[in-house]
């Protein structure tokens, strides 16, 4: 499937309506919003290493962002880095965004905002050379999008649902045989995911009793646990030979009981390597 199959699948999801207040005036408080979190000085303390870098966002399934709550923070948050960015180089940035669910009067505003920022469904900026200028920016994407961008593009600054969280509900081999690209990113952060949990283990000041009864029965059930086949990631041609995650915020507890409720859920911060 090619990305315009998968774009053109895109769903609604999710929705409520925002306030009968001016877009502008909405996004605005939005803005002022995040400006005073944890989540948004987490997030521009990640991307300093890369500025000089970024000269491209590329924002893609952000959905209605004039009448869908979640997508109107969304946007909000996109402004909040497409100035910081901006402000930090002195120089102007580029965005190239697209969603086939926008409104005439979505496109209308989008226009509106001037010529660095182009709607276009096709995205092919980022070669060998320069994957390192783009930012990605997709909040809450279909797997089948985030894969189809991974196997055609270069993405490497990857502002998205946390690829662990976002595929948990496979197993690797479902995983591996549905999306590919996604189950070697997984596997990538394998080893991340071994040093976050002996971290949280080695923090504890206590050690868990296991009743014996439970011991046994633990002890026994691993002997009958059936062995999984192996995985031969190598045979997954890929453009990427590594990940990251630069940031997931504190595991998602500067996202929790905020303003924007689930705007964000799990969103995070990844480096694509290549």
């Not at 960015?85 to 086939?100: K, Q």
């Not at 690797?172 to 549905?178: F, P, R, S």
């Not at 997954?236 to 500067?254: E, H, N, P, R, V």
Request: net charge negative; hydrophobic share 35%; aromatic share 12%.
């Amino acid at each position: 499937m090619d990305l315009e199959e998968t774009v053109t699948k895109f769903k609604k999801t999710g929705k409520k309506s925002v306030s009968s207040r001016p877009f502008e005036e909405i996004v605005q408080i939005n803005r002022e919003i995040l400006k005073e979190s944890v989540f948004l000085s987490d997030l521009f303390q990640n991307l300093q290493p890369h500025l000089n870098n970024i000269k491209k966002i590329r924002c893609v399934a952000i959905g209605n962002f004039k009448n869908d709550f979640p997508a109107t923070y969304q946007f909000a948050l996109l402004l909040e880095i497409v100035n910081y960015i901006e402000s930090e180089n002195a120089r102007d940035i580029h965005i190239s965004i697209y969603d086939p669910i926008f409104t005439q009067e979505e496109i209308q505003y989008l226009k509106s905002l001037g010529s660095k920022w182009v709607m276009e469904e096709e995205f092919s900026a980022n070669n060998a050379s320069d994957y390192e200028s783009v930012l990605y920016f997709l909040p809450h994407a279909p797997l089948n999008l985030t894969e189809s961008i991974l196997s055609s593009q270069r993405p490497h600054l990857w502002l998205a649902n946390n690829i662990i969280l976002h595929t948990d509900r496979y197993t690797k081999a479902v995983l591996c045989e549905k999306y590919p690209h996604l189950g070697k990113l997984v596997h990538y952060l394998e080893p991340n995911i071994a040093l976050e949990a002996k971290k949280h283990d080695d923090a504890d000041d206590f050690t868990t009793f296991i009743p014996k009864r439970k011991r046994k029965y633990k002890n026994n059930s691993s002997r009958l646990r059936v062995k999984l086949p192996e995985i031969d990631y190598d045979t997954i041609a890929t453009k990427f030979t590594s990940c990251q995650i630069l940031t997931d915020f504190d595991g998602g507890k500067y996202l929790k009981e905020e303003p924007w409720i689930n705007s964000f859920s799990d969103l995070t911060l990844h480096a694509i390597g290549y």
